[in-house]
Each structure stands twice: as C-alpha cells, then as structure tokens.
C-alpha cells in the first residue's frame, strides 16, 4: 500500500466526516491494511493530517504562481476573473484543495496553530503574486497593496460560499460582487 493511497483516503474521510469524525482504522480499512500498519506510517491522526495539510498548503502555493506566470499576458480583469474561476473549479474537482479550504474555516482546536500557519504562508504567497500582478497596471485607481488586500477580501467571501453553500451560491455572489469589485478598482 503507496503512502500516497492512505492520503487519498484520509483527505475523503477528513472532507466528509470533519477531524473528529475521521477514524484511523476505517482509512486503514478502506486501503486494504491493517490499522498497525497505518500507525507505521502515521501514529496519529493529527500527524496524519498535520503532513496532508503541509503538502497540500505547498501544492496550492505553486498552483497559485503558476498560474499569475501564465496568465501575465492576458488583461488585468481577466486574469483576476478567471483565478476565481479556476479557484472554483479546483475546489469543486480537487479533493486536497477542499480539504485545505474547509480545514481552514473549520479547524479543529488541536491543529489550529499548526493550520493557521500554513495557511498563513498560502495567503503570503498569493499576496506577493497578487501584488505584483496590480504593480504592472496603472488601470487601477488603488496601490497594489490596497487593490490586493480588496482581491484577497472577495475571495474569502467567495469561499464561504463554497465551503457553507453551493456552487450555485458561489457563483451568483461572483456575479454581484465581480462587479462591485471590478468597478471600484479601475480608474
């Protein structure tokens, strides 16, 4: 049994059934191997989920930068759009990255620390992308500090929609807020 397949595991159990619902015999169970054998690999629980956490806060750190590398030809307005696009689809299709995002609004009192930060260094991260990207336009009415801290803003509440609600809800605050968004910003 690959470490990656108990990690598979562990992120859909952590995704449906929340830290405490997650119980390591019954990933053990589901990868075909005994929970003694689980324990070698994880003593815990919480070191299982404390390397899924780092390892999926560091994926979505380099998704992030590549995606501003090859995006920076395209206008401003696209390139922001379609990150909250992307965001969605990623969230909605990746397993990992709901797990980082539903860990991180919901996160159990054990790991907080922990989990706050590493999510702490995704958001510096997308930041210090962010902010290079407003650099670049003399478009917008703010600096880019201003128009990141107002991006990165739109984004969180966009993501409760998808960590509380629905997709749908995600995308008809896109909608409205895109637009609120989009106008204020630009001279």
Known sequence: M???R???IAIQHFNRLG???TK???IAEEAGIRKQSLAYHYPTKKALLLELYEEVVQEEQQFV??????ANKLPLEQQLYNFLLDHKNRFLTHPNVAFMYILSFITPLEVHDFVLAQYRTYLG???TELAAVFAKHEDIRLNP???TVAY???LDGLDVQLVYETRQSYEHALAIAWNVFWTGIRR
């Open 125 to 127: 991260t997308l930041k």
């Open 152 to 154: 990165v803003t739109l």
């Open 145 to 147: 500090e201003e128009a």
């Open 2 to 4: 690959s470490k990656q």
């Open 65 to 70: 930068k590549e995606f501003f590398l090859e």
């Open 6 to 8: 108990i990690k598979d």
């Open 24 to 26: 390591m015999a019954q």
């Open 19 to 21: 830290y405490e619902g």
